[in-house]
């Protein structure tokens, strides 16, 4: 089970990751549409975008609970 909350004292710092998968938790991800049993084809590898311009900036929603 992952934590749904943390407490982030003076001097934390938070790290995120941005990756295509999370192999060894989830099962690989072919990219096909198909699973690694039917892939429909060879594997194809993926692209991660992060918007960070005016128009479409990324953002992180980190609520505050008191």
């Known amino acids: 089970m992952h ?4 407490l982030f004292k003076a001097g934390h710092r ?3 990751q941005i990756a295509s ?3 060894a938790a989830y099962d690989v991800n072919p990219g096909t549409g ?3 049993m039917a892939p429909n ?5 993926a692209q991660n975008t992060i918007f960070h311009d005016a ?4 953002h992180v929603f980190l609520p505050v609970i008191p």
């Open 3 to 6: 934590p749904t909350g943390n």
């Open 14 to 16: 938070l790290r995120i």
């Open 21 to 23: 998968s999370d192999y």
């Open 34 to 36: 198909g699973t690694l």
């Open 41 to 45: 084809g060879p594997p194809l590898g």
């Open 55 to 58: 128009h479409r900036a990324s």
